[in-house]
Every structure is written in C-alpha cells, then in structure tokens.
C-alpha cells in the first residue's frame, strides 16, 4: 500500500508508477485485495478506491498468511481490502504467471532475530515462489548480516546491480547505497539480470531471485547520516515496547519525521528506480523467451527446451507484461551483397495542401482550431521507405528494413513495397492485437507546399522487439550491405543495436536526423553505441545530412552529452590547426558570413571527430559539405581544390590529413508556381547520396545528382518522384 505515502499522495504514486512501466515497454497489472477479491490488473477507479482506504480497520496488510483468511472472509460476505506485502504479491503474481517483481524494501532479519525469530515471511516467500524480486535492499533498522545468510539458507539467489560501479559492491540498505556488507553477486546490468531468471526457469528450481537496486544517488542518504536516525528510533521503539507487526510501520514514521523528510525523498526516488529496472528486466526476459529457444538453446541455454510464457515486471501497485506474439517476416537467403540497406521508417502518409476558396481572402496558412478548405492525398512514406526507394530508383541495389503492424495499413505498405520492386524479406509485421499500430505521418502545408504542422505517430519504430542486436546482426550479416542509413524514427535503444550490428558488418553507417527533436537520439544516454564512441578511425558514423536546425540539435545534444571534453576529441581537433580570427575568416571565404554568423560551418567541424562527413541542406544556399579528409586523399595536394581545404594536418601517422569544406548551391532554381510538395525532398538527396557512394562516386560527384534528383521529388506528388529513375545514366 505503499508505506510511507498517504491519501491521496499514494494515489498519484501509483499512477506515476504505472507511467513508468508504460514508458520503458511494459503493461501495468497493479496487484491488490479489493472488497476479498484478489485482483491482478486493477482499474484506476479500483485502485483509489483502494488506496483510499488505507489505514483504515477494514484494510488489512495481507501477507501469505493472510490471503485465505481475507479471502473466506469476502465469500461470507465480509468485503475487506487488503495492500499485499512481498510476500502477498509474490503469491499472487506467480498465480497470474508473472515472474518479475519490482518493489521498495525488502523484509528481513529483525535485529535479534536469533532469539525473537523476527523473521519477515517475503524471505521465505523467496525460498519456495519462483518470482525474481527487485528491492532496495532490506533497511539498515534490520539485521541485515543475517537476513543475506536467511536467504542463502533458502536457497534464494542475491545480486545487487553494479549501476556503474567496478568491482564487488556492497548489498543496499535502503535509503543508502551501502550497508558494510558486501553482496553476493555482482548484477551488471537488466540484461544479465534476465538472463538469469531465464537461466533458473530452465531448470527444476522453484525458489526466487533477489536482485537488489541500489537507491539513485542524487537522493541516497549518507549511511553515517540515517544509521544515526534509525539508532534513535529503535531505541524510542524498544523503549515504548513497540514490536512485532507495529514496530516497522512506528521505525519508519520516526525515520520519516527525524530525517525532515529526506527519508520519504529517497523512498519515492528507489521505488521509482526498481520500477523503472524491474520493467526492463522484463522486457529483456521476454526478448530471450520469444526466440523460442533457437539461437539461445544453440549457445546458452541450460537446458535444451524452450520457454513458452511471457516476461513480466510487477510492484505491489504497478506491473509489467512484454508480450511475445510477433508474427516473423519470411528470411529468404540474399544472393550476393547489396549496395544499401536503409533501416528506417515505413509509413502511411496522408499530406493535406490548404486549398482556400477563390472568392475569399484566406491567409496562405490554415486558420487553427476550424475546419479548413485543403487537398488531401494518401501515400506511402515514411523516411525509411523514401530513402529505399530514391537508392532503388537511382539504380543501387536495396533492401529496406523497417516494421509495420498487421492491419490495413501495414498490409498496404508490404503490397506497395513488393510492387515497387523492393523486397519485404526484411520488413517485420507484428500483431495489432499485442498494441502495434503501423506507422502514420499526417502533414499540414500552406498554399506555397510549405509544412505549417505535422503529426507522427510512430511508436511501432520504439517497440522492444526491434531491439535486439541478434535480430539486426543476422539481418546485416545476411544482406552484408556497403553502406547502411539508419533514420532516427527510430527509439535510441534500437539505433543503438542498428550501429553495433552495422559496425560488426563493417559497413558503413548514413545518418537521417528526421526532426529536431529526433536528431539528438544520436547522442542520448540510451544510444549506448554512440555513448561510447571514439574519434576518428573509430567512430560509429560516417555520413550525417542534417538541416542547418537539426545540425544544432545534434550538436547540443553531443555538447550535453560532453562528448566534447574527452581528451581523443581535442586532439583530433587541435590538429586541425584552426583557430582565432584568421580561422573565422577562411570560414568566411568558403561558407560566407550569413552560415558563419549562425554558427554552421563551426557546428560541423566540432562534430567531425565523431561524425566525418557533414551534408548540410541549407534550402536556397544549397549544401554545406564538410568532411575529414585522409593523408592519402589526393585533394590535399591538387591545386583546383586549394580553396576548399580550410586546414592541412602534416603530423606524421596522423589519420586525419585536412578539413575539406565546400558550399555546393542548388542545382536549378525552382518557381514557386512549380513546387508540388516538399515532403520527401530531404530523403530522395540521401537516398541518392548513397546510392552513389555505394557505386564508388565521392561526396563531391554525387552531391548535385542528388540535387538534382531532389528538384524531381519537389515537382511531384509523390514522396519520391519516380522520375528519379532518369538520373540512373549519371550514376553509371
């Protein structure tokens, strides 16, 4: 009943929790005894109706012992309430088939506990109901030596999760992150977690598993600090002759009241972490049981027979459930290597041209919150597809890797995908019925074709499935692309596995921001791969193409992200040999001073260690190239290029040999009179970038076909212009 949070503050708690299972991939089923019915998956009128009751005689702290008593009571007509303990929940939960369970603080030993047998029944529970639990630990007010022996005695496996921490680390106590007792195991992470609750289900073990959370540090308590407070209160305790089930609810209101509420700071903070590791955990156990044991039984498994139940992630007031029903795309073996494989987006696009009445004078944008006079259009889209389809047109050899859902929409877009003369072997279809929804794209433009406004709903591109590395690594190893482009519709978990899968293959790796919101997932915490990346030779990245605004977003996400301090970066910068005034102006000369007062050629240089070649689309300035060249590059030394290479690197073994920058201006001027649509410009340019660079054609070369074949696309209704097709002879 969440200790420690009263009426109504538990209720908001609640639903905060459930968000939090929602956010990370989950399915809340809140746990509880309303009016002697046991409920697994609560409605929210269900739950306040719950936790509005607590404290009060008829709501009963429901442990083991307790669930056949309140539940004979309700069959007699007696309709009681109850907020079920560790122990409660972790019954009720294997009953409904849940197997992760993620709470506050754990029972324990009660200091002397070897003469009083104090000992909390959720230790026990552990012993006998195979359900992994995730605590905090167990508080520093118990004994916490002999509650870590307890459990060995069960024959419960404990670890305690490193979060970010090297060597053994010490079991937690609470409201700290150490407790002078080091841990059992050492838990690296929610992976390895899973790993083993799908290790111990494949054996006939039926205790549980404790993996112990450690509280956030920014709302730990200094263990000198709380071992202090809760010293006072079992004394005041001890002294009142409070014990037995009264004396933990009395320690923690003391602990509560004597730490002026950092108590109650750091138990919202844990419950909030556990939730959030615990819904993880889940998801990852349910990405090892839907391979239904083929490549895990190969190289892993413990036992050659395979899972067939879902992983879920339960509090006593919040659970998860990752489902496993995925309906799998056909694998069809790929003849020979291809030139791309774009992973990305593909989508149903519906595009709406406000269209006002010719006897009106309407403004040029839609007016909000009425119905507007415009000409609608459906199409298939998605950035993925737009960039498949410009790389097929433009004569590369393609295969697009995306997901749809199995509705109407989804089973268009495979029709249209098949017809287009692109393969779905790559294309995953999982089922509506599990929550996908294939993805839409709706935009508003103005009279002139100009985006006023545009809703996205691609939710189905961050669904935990697409996640795993196996699953993109067996793709790539399959198709074994030269050049891969990934779009950012995608979450920064899965961009994540696209990188590392992609890198593995050796292939090369094109960027599409999509948005500005969307382009600073290339260096979020989440993107574990770019997290970690190294400078030149080791980057992760080889090719962005950025607008001049999402060029900014990932900038200051790399800036936020501090990718900028590591002493790698400033050394490859610092032998650009670019600095002061003198730098601004040879800036100048090749960008001119408008790009150079916005800060766009700067942005580009700071992020060429990560990112070594940098188109950016500037509309009617054109595009702004700028790349890393090697020592061995020839325009190092040919005089026609002299005024594109703002730095020569002349070190000895350096990698890096110069900093080439050339701004490339549009390759036909365009009335406004013929622009059809604006939509799928941006992708038709990379998608024929890389179909060129796949083909062997430098940035330089291929950057005005890619124009020029973006010109097509804004003259047409379509995404991509199937005339793109022409410009094949150019690309020969």
Known sequence: MLPGFPYPENVALSSHLESLVRVNGGVPATIGILNGVARVGMQAEELIELVSTAGS??????????????????????????????????????????????????GGVHRGGENSMDISADLTELGRTPVAVISSGSKSFLDIPRTLEYLETQGVGVGTFADGRTGKVDFPAFFCRDSGVKSPQTILDEADAAAIVYAQSQLPVHSGLLFANPVPEHSAMAKEDIDSIIARAVAEADE????????????????????????????????????????????????????????????????????????????????????????????????????????????????????????????????????????????????????????????????????????????????????????????????????????????????????????????????????????????????????????????????????????????????????????????????????????????IISLASPNSMELKAIYDAARDAMMFESEQWWKVIDGFGLSGTASRDRLISVAGVELVNEGIPQQCIQLLPFIPNLVTKLGRHGCLLVSLLKCTDERLTRPEYAPYILSRNMSEGSEVGGVFMRLIPPSQEVRQEEIVSVNGIGDTMLGVIVAGLGKGYTLEEVIPIAQEAAVLTLKSPEAVSPEVQSIQVRLK
């Open 57 to 106: 005689e008829n709501t009963w702290k429901i442990s083991r012992r307790d669930l056949g008593v309140i539940g004979g009571l309700g069959l007699r007509g007696q309709k009681l309430n109850g907020g079920t303990t560790i122990a409660g929940t972790m019954v009720l939960a294997h009953l409904a088939g849940i197997k992760i369970f993620a709470t506050g603080g754990l």
């Open 240 to 539: 009142k002759g409070i014990g037995g089930s009264a004396n933990t609810p009395y320690i923690l209101k003391r602990i509560r009241e004597l730490s002026h509420g950092a108590s109650v700071k750091a138990n919202e903070a844990l419950i909030e972490a556990n939730v959030v590791c615990g819904t993880k955990v889940a998801v990852e156990l349910a990405k090892l049981e839907r391979r239904d044991g083929a490549a895990l039984q190969r190289d892993h498994a413990i036992l050659k027979r395979s899972a067939t139940s879902s992983g879920t992630s339960t509090t006593e007031h919040a659970s998860t459930t990752s489902r496993s029903n995925i309906i799998p795309g056909s694998v069809e073996p790929q003849a020979e290597p291809i030139d791309v494989l774009v992973a990305g987006s593909l989508a149903s696009d519906t595009i709406c041209d406000h269209q006002p009445f010719k006897d009106t004078q309407s403004p040029i944008s839609p007016t909000l919150h009425t119905s507007n006079p415009s000409n609608i259009t459906q199409s298939a889209g998605g950035v993925g597809r737009n960039v498949a389809m410009a790389a097929h047109l433009a004569g590369a050899k393609v295969a697009l890797a995306s997901v749809v859902a199995d509705d109407l929409a989804g089973s268009s877009l495979l029709s249209h995908i098949k017809e287009s003369g692109l393969t779905t072997t790559n294309i995953r279809q999982l089922p509506a019925a599990d929550g996908a929804r294939t993805a839409q794209y709706v935009a508003v433009n103005d009279t002139g074709k100009d985006l006023v406004l545009a809703m996205a709903d691609m939710a189905i591109l961050a669904r935990p499935e697409m996640e795993s590395l196996d699953y993109w690594a067996t793709m790539f190893d399959r198709n074994k692309p030269k050049w891969v482009v990934a779009d950012a519709n995608w979450s920064p978990e899965i961009l994540s596995s696209i990188f590392q899968a992609a890198k593995r293959q050796q292939a090369m790796i094109a960027f599409e921001p999509v948005s500005t919101a969307k382009a600073a997932r290339l260096f979020s915490k989440s993107n574990n791969t770019m997290a970690k990346a190294g400078v030149v030779p080791n980057h």
